[in-house]
């Protein structure tokens, strides 16, 4: 599993962090990013200023930045992820704080799943801060979830110039319909397994999943009907509150 390094660069860490919200988010003043990573305007300055020269955001008229060259090479998502974030984050704190491993929301970026919202627990042995990491959604617990809510066709689209088994996915897709959730034993990542449901939004299917990943040796399926309660009770709550 990949989690936080012992010794990390935190300037580092910051302008990458500002980079994966300038990319999933869009626009921020200084100010905005400044309130986000909990550092100065003026740090916030020269971090942007950084991200600017290397063609990873853009400086609007507005004053503004955005999501640059480099970025916007990688698929966008449609779910209005500053919204899900807001939303969702209290309700993750939550699940989290009750089964003691990792949450994750995710949303769909063409074929991949992204990450967009990560709630660590406090296990020692824990899966770490996914945000801004992209995954093929056919493997992901939460990609699977997000596409057994597509429609035939658009699944078929979706897939149309892509090298895989798709009679088989839609059959696996049919079981998670079938069971509410979806999971993902190693298929991302050795010792990681994790399991998701999705979030439905009204009147408009579903634009996100919730998630928990934890180290595989913990995964056991005695436990998974409780896990499984938990994400669904998570992922309505979200859904009550989005507009």
Known sequence: MKNRPVYAIESVDHALSLAVVLQQEGPLGVSEAAD???????TAHRLLSMLVYRDFAEQGSDRRYRAGPVLRSVDASAAPVPLLRRVALP?????????R???????????QVRFAVTVECDQVLRVGDRE???????LASGGKALLAALSPAELAELYANADIDLPGLRRQLGLVRRRGFAINDQKTENGLSAIGVSIP?????????????????RFDRRLLP????????TAAAIADDLP
């Open 226 to 233: 409780g896990w499984v309660v938990a994400l669904s009770g």
């Open 132 to 138: 801004g990491r992209t995954l093929p959604a056919r």
């Open 36 to 42: 986000r990573l909990g550092v100065s305007r003026s």
């Open 101 to 111: 491993e990792t949450a994750h929301l995710q949303v769909l970026a063409g074929d």
């Open 91 to 99: 309700h993750m704190r939550v699940l989290v704080a009750e089964v």
């Open 201 to 217: 939004w009204p009147g408009a299917g579903s634009v996100a999943a919730v998630s928990l990943a934890l180290p595989t040796a």
